[in-house]
């Protein structure tokens, strides 16, 4: 152990690079507990490869000589080709600008970095990649003297993390504001290694090699960016399918049961702003909306109806609830659709009110009907109390019939003979 140290001097530059590389893998840690979707994967690597790049700079850094600085930087290349890659991936799945690299994609440019790692192993037969190492005895930093094919590892690298850039600065236009300002941070955490890069690459700080450190920063940046915006939970992974239906309101929860974004109509139904209700807890948003609360608790898609208000300001809502899948069809939230059907619904409850207020009416209206026990001699009716009353005081009270009095023929004869003798005679 002792004579593998003699061969390094480590000095409080390379102490910086240990605390860097615990920052990284801290970074790492909180992108993998906070992230579930793509983008914050392909972050993760992307910090794991700068993790691997720091560490092996240590020892670089610390070597005495050449060999082992060549060995190291043999080492390190294995992150350094892989930062670019990945923070592109990133870049892609965040932005959305073209949707998910495919794999024949990601496999194609993974070609320029897989040849890389390979020159840097064989760098001792064609010294393509560095050319010649010597080492400053004042500061024991290490020059390099690069060969063509380090220039064009860096074209390829500057490719992908321009690009990368480009989409995010193209993805501030497009996001809404909420997401603005977690972008912003992504974009000043992606300018520090650009440029930190471009220092050593042109030698304008010679021999120190900042880019790792650098990418630390910038994941440490991004890492607040998490704990903050809560980025990667609120990415707008439903943004299109939103704008697409901008007629309802649309609200759209995460896996972790978050509001991650919603539209404007969604605005006027709460009453509130977006930056108000995003990244809030759907339980919390929709605790006065019992039926909405209640479909949250299951992974179901579903329709039903629901209100809110009191009596005359009670509003009426058709929901619909669609779940969400990651590209490997993880359960990653749902999006609900609230349709207004509050003029529907008081059309239907004054039909209902209508309805009920003819039958009552018809419930009111007397009739007569089924078998009335009459005597057969004076013709009183008996009642369901077991009383006879006259005939027409059984009808009068039964139904809305009233009596007129007069005299038939028959009866006329019988009562009036002296009137009626003419008649018959005649």
């Given at each position: 152990m002792a004579s593998f140290f003699s061969n390094y001097q480590f000095s409080p530059y390379t102490w910086v690079h240990v605390v860097a590389a615990v920052v990284g893998i801290t970074v790492v840690f909180i992108i993998g507990r906070r992230g579930a979707l793509?983008?914050?994967r392909f972050l993760a690597f992307m910090e794991l490869c700068v993790v691997e790049w720091t560490l092996a700079s240590i020892f670089e850094v610390a070597a005495t000589t050449v060999p082992l600085k060549l060995f190291w930087s043999q080492i390190a290349y294995l992150g350094t080709v892989g930062t670019p890659l990945f923070y592109?991936?990133?870049t892609v799945n965040y932005s959305q600008q073209n949707g998910s690299v495919k794999?024949?994609?990601?496999?194609?440019?993974?070609?320029?970095?897989a040849l890389t790692v390979a020159m840097a192993a064989t760098n001792g037969l064609h010294h393509w990649l560095w050319m010649d190492i010597t080492i400053n005895p004042v500061n024991n930093i290490a020059v390099y003297e690069h060969g063509f094919w380090f220039w064009v590892h860096i074209g390829y690298a500057y490719i992908m993390v321009f690009t990368g850039f480009i989409m995010l600065c193209l993805a501030i236009f497009r996001f809404p504001s909420f997401y603005k300002s977690q972008t912003g941070m992504l974009l000043f955490g992606t300018a520090l290694p650009i440029i930190a890069n471009v220092l050593y690459v042109f030698d304008i700080l010679p021999g120190f090699e900042l880019t790792p450190l650098s990418f630390i920063l910038s994941g440490l940046i991004i890492a607040l960016g998490i704990l903050r915006f809560r980025m990667f939970d609120l990415v707008p992974v439903a943004r299109k399918k939103l704008v697409d239906i901008m007629g309802d309101g649309v609200i759209v929860i995460n896996a972790e049961g978050r509001i991650v974004d919603l539209n404007p109509a969604m605005e006027t139904i709460f009453g509130k702003t977006a930056e108000q209700i995003i990244g809030e807890s759907a339980d919390q948003v929709f605790a006065q909306w019992k039926d909405v609360k209640s479909s949250l608790k299951v992974k179901k898609e579903g329709r039903f109806e629901t209100d809110k208000g009191e009596k005359n300001s009670k509003r009426f809502y058709d929901?619909?609830?669609?779940i969400l899948h990651s590209p490997r069809m993880e359960y990653a939230g749902r999006i609900i659709?609230?349709?207004?059907?509050?003029r529907r619904r008081q059309m239907e409850i004054e039909r209902e009110g209508l309805i009920t207020e003819l039958q009552e009416t018809l419930d009111q209206v007397k009739t007569l009907s089924g078998l009335l026990p009459i005597c057969s001699n004076c013709k009183k009716i008996r009642d369901d109390s077991g009383y006879w009353q006259d005939l027409e005081e059984y009808i009068n009270k039964h139904s809305d019939a009233t009596f007129t009095h007069g005299i038939c023929p028959e009866c006329a004869k019988k009562l009036y003979p002296e009137y009626n003798s003419g008649k018959d005679e005649a």
């Open positions: 793509l983008a914050a592109f991936l990133f794999p024949r994609w990601i496999a194609l440019l993974s070609v320029i970095p929901l619909y609830v669609s659709v609230f349709r207004e059907i509050t």
